[in-house]
């Protein structure tokens, strides 16, 4: 990427939070930690509180982890509870409350074990989205959630701060969308490395406002080096879309390989990104609302999952990719299992070349996955779809 004072600053995000985030508890300031999307962060931040993201993404602590947990065990898992028991994450160290969910087995009895350490709400998640009495029951979920932020932090949330709450929300999924859509410029401005960099460190910021504020900023910064021609990545190198499991800096081994390897991640279908960008809409019920914009969330813990399959048809039109990658970490079933229903699905809408790859934290696979990466490569190359259809 041409040199941008923008996202020198973003990239130390993280560590300058940090510092920030000890001043506020000092000056009396709640923070609510989340592992999960379905966590809705509208009610943490209309009770005053600070949302800050927690899901493992290093390979660090999960011999920690393996002590208590299976080794055979998903290693986002591994590493979120590992970073609890080590208390070597200072957001979680910071946290008053965890908001957890049930998106999987795994997660679900991490929770158990992590109450130990912190606080634990656990938000029961229906696992289907188009029947009425799943929304009923989100609601009330998100109600008790209410209840319990409330009483934690003596406060009373109004109509008035979740629409307030709503509206700033919005703002940073606007943010992000148009960030994020940059990339359908060919070449993209940025690489998905660097993509990456700004989505993961952007989950560190407690104050949304400045970190909108910034990304906007970024976003202007590309928009306009697109227009003057000054990208420095390859016209040619072929375009990705990545879909799966959650994917951050210390877990980001298939996208390193892969623009190693000359191409290039042009679009996240992951929690982190464009799962994340659907606002809540207007309402006379604001906590249904949200309960609704949540439950629409196209994860593969629904079943079915269509939302998923026709939002990754969708991005891969938009964005004209040449191939799509499906990420799938050891031992995460829903994922591993949905990838042989959505490489069909994408068969019969797009066409395009699909691979699947299951692995986990660890550097013990590069070899063989460069390989892999490097056939994938190939094949789009062969296929003569390189550069977008």
């Given at each position: 990427?041409?040199?941008?004072?923008?996202?020198?600053?973003?990239?130390?995000?993280?560590?300058?939070?940090?510092?920030?985030?000890?001043d506020a508890k000092e000056a009396g300031q709640a923070v609510v930690g989340t592992y999960?999307?379905?966590?809705?962060?509208?009610?943490?931040?209309?009770?005053?509180?600070?949302?800050?993201?927690?899901?493992?993404?290093?390979?660090?602590?999960?011999?920690?982890?393996?002590?208590?947990?299976?080794?055979?065990?998903?290693?986002?898992?591994?590493?979120?509870?590992?970073?609890?028991?080590?208390?070597?994450?200072?957001?979680?160290?910071?946290s008053d409350l965890i908001v957890a969910e049930t998106t999987c087995d795994g997660k679900?009895?991490?929770?158990?074990?992590?109450?130990?350490?912190?606080?634990?709400?656990?938000?029961?998640?229906?696992?289907?989205?188009?029947?009425?009495?799943?929304?009923?029951?989100?609601?009330?979920?998100?109600?008790?959630?209410?209840?319990?932020?409330?009483?934690?932090?003596?406060?009373?949330?109004?109509?008035?701060?979740?629409?307030?709450?709503?509206?700033?929300?919005?703002?940073?999924?606007?943010?992000?969308?148009?960030?994020?859509?940059?990339?359908?410029?060919?070449?993209?401005?940025?690489?998905?490395?660097?993509?990456?960099?700004?989505?993961?460190?952007?989950?560190?910021?407690?104050?949304?406002?400045?970190?909108?504020?910034?990304?906007?900023?970024l976003t202007a910064e590309l928009t306009e080096w697109v227009r003057l021609g000054l990208?420095?990545?390859?016209?040619?190198?072929?375009?990705?879309?990545?879909?799966?499991?959650?994917?951050?800096?210390?877990?980001?081994?298939?996208?390193?390989?892969?623009?190693?390897?000359?191409?290039?991640?042009?679009?996240?279908?992951?929690?982190?990104?464009?799962?994340?960008?659907?606002?809540?809409?207007?309402?006379?019920?604001?906590?249904?609302?949200?309960?609704?914009?949540?439950?629409?969330?196209?994860?593969?813990?629904?079943?079915?999952?269509?939302?998923?399959?026709?939002?990754?048809?969708?991005?891969?039109?938009?964005?004209?990719?040449?191939?799509?990658?499906?990420?799938?970490?050891?031992?995460?079933?829903?994922?591993?299992?949905?990838?042989?229903?959505?490489?069909?699905?994408?068969?019969?809408?797009?066409?395009?070349?699909?691979?699947?790859?299951?692995?986990?934290?660890?550097?013990?696979?590069?070899?063989?996955?460069?390989?892999?990466?490097?056939?994938?490569?190939?094949?789009?190359?062969?296929?003569?779809?390189?550069?977008?259809?």
């Amino acid at each position: 990427m041409v040199e941008s004072a923008v996202f020198k600053q973003i990239e130390k995000l993280r560590e300058i939070n940090v510092l920030a985030l000890k001043d506020a508890k000092e000056a009396g300031q709640a923070v609510v930690g989340t592992y999960c999307l379905y966590a809705p962060a509208e009610l943490i931040v209309a009770a005053g509180a600070s949302p800050v993201m927690l899901c493992g993404t290093s390979q660090n602590p999960i011999p920690a982890a393996e002590q208590v947990l299976p080794r055979n065990l998903c290693p986002l898992i591994k590493s979120s509870y590992g970073f609890a028991a080590t208390d070597t994450c200072p957001f979680f160290h910071f946290s008053d409350l965890i908001v957890a969910e049930t998106t999987c087995d795994g997660k679900k009895k991490m929770y158990e074990l992590m109450e130990e350490f912190k606080p634990v709400h656990l938000m029961q998640l229906p696992q289907v989205q188009d029947h009425d009495s799943a929304l009923d029951y989100w609601v009330k979920e998100l109600q008790r959630l209410q209840t319990r932020l409330e009483e934690s932090f003596g406060v009373e949330i109004t109509e008035d701060k979740l629409r307030d709450a709503i509206a700033l929300l919005n703002d940073e999924r606007r943010s992000l969308k148009a960030l994020q859509d940059v990339c359908r410029h060919k070449p993209a401005p940025i690489s998905g490395k660097e993509m990456l960099t700004v989505l993961h460190n952007r989950g560190f910021a407690l104050d949304k406002r400045a970190t909108i504020k910034l990304i906007d900023q970024l976003t202007a910064e590309l928009t306009e080096w697109v227009r003057l021609g000054l990208s420095t990545l390859a016209t040619d190198a072929p375009r990705i879309l990545l879909t799966g499991v959650p994917v951050g800096l210390g877990s980001d081994k298939v996208v390193r390989l892969l623009e190693e390897a000359g191409g290039q991640v042009v679009c996240f279908e992951s929690c982190g990104a464009y799962k994340k960008v659907e606002p809540v809409r207007q309402s006379d019920d604001p906590l249904r609302a949200i309960a609704e914009c949540y439950l629409n969330i196209p994860c593969s813990c629904m079943s079915p999952n269509r939302n998923r399959f026709e939002l990754v048809a969708r991005l891969a039109k938009e964005f004209q990719v040449d191939g799509i990658i499906d990420l799938t970490w050891q031992a995460c079933h829903t994922y591993n299992i949905e990838s042989y229903s959505l490489r069909r699905y994408l068969q019969q809408e797009t066409g395009l070349p699909f691979l699947q790859i299951e692995t986990d934290y660890s550097e013990s696979d590069s070899e063989q996955l460069k390989l892999r990466l490097e056939a994938f490569l190939e094949l789009l190359a062969s296929a003569g779809t390189t550069g977008g259809a």
